[in-house]
């Protein structure tokens, strides 16, 4: 009996998505399509919301294609032919950059037919093409990104994600405290009693902060008192 698998993914977005809904429609009946079986049979390596670049644009601490076991896994059976069918919304779900010749190697390898309900380009140069501008669209972004990183780190402003308590001035630029919702007066209730040497579990029962975020609290101590002291 022949083995189908229908992969599924999105790039953004949410879980309940209309294109992800679509996926799962279509993707599985093409397999089964394909693999002449029943679509309860099609095995669903679904990854719903999750990047499609790999190590090829990526580094090794981000979110990956290729670091998922998900995927790791399908690579490891493709190339073993435990695949008769792979079939995906369009080549772009199984890879946005040069990690989806790693998955179509495989494949071949394996004498796994890959099945799209949108089908690639036929001219390779023309597939090739948008591969390549693709990956460099990817490219530009991340080169922007630490671009704008480093230079927020020339002037001085915070980045990242605020700490718990605290928030972005309207410039965008520094963290100030979050007064309106609370967290940032809670933030100093975490200080004031590990100061006085209140345990971590006791300080989470009191102000209903998980032990690691108040942790993190107390180790920038010295930046909420420091807010805490400057003029609102």
């Not at 099609?42 to 090794?60: P, R, Y």
């Not at 001219?123 to 530009?140: C, G, P, Y």
Request: charged share 35%; net charge negative; aromatic share 6%.
């Amino acid at each position: 009996m022949s083995r189908a698998a229908a992969f599924i993914r999105k790039s953004q977005g949410g879980d309940d998505d209309v294109s992800l809904k679509l996926q799962r429609e279509q993707v599985p009946a093409l397999a089964a399509d394909v693999a002449g079986v029943d679509v309860e049979a099609v095995e669903s390596i679904d990854l719903g919301v999750h990047t499609g670049f790999s190590i090829h644009m990526k580094g090794d601490g981000d979110e990956r294609i290729d670091a998922n076991p998900a995927v790791e896994q399908l690579l490891a059976d493709l190339r073993a032919g435990e695949y008769d069918v792979l079939a995906a919304y369009d080549d772009t779900r199984l890879a946005r950059d040069q990690f989806f010749w790693e998955l179509k190697r495989a494949a071949i390898v394996g004498e796994c037919e890959l099945a799209f309900v949108e089908e690639p380009p036929e001219d390779d140069l023309t597939f090739r093409v948008q591969r390549a501008v693709e990956s460099d669209v990817k490219r530009r972004e991340i080169q922007k990104s630490q671009e704008a990183l480093d230079a927020r780190e020339e002037r001085g402003d915070d980045h990242g994600r605020p700490p718990f308590g605290l928030q972005y001035d309207d410039a965008g630029r520094s963290w100030v405290p979050d007064r309106e919702s609370g967290e940032f007066a809670t933030a100093l209730e975490v200080v004031r009693l590990r100061e006085d040497d209140v345990s971590w579990r006791d300080i989470a029962d009191k102000t209903g902060v998980n032990t690691g975020t108040a942790r993190r609290v107390y180790e920038r101590k010295d930046r909420y008192l420091e807010e805490a002291e400057a003029p609102v």
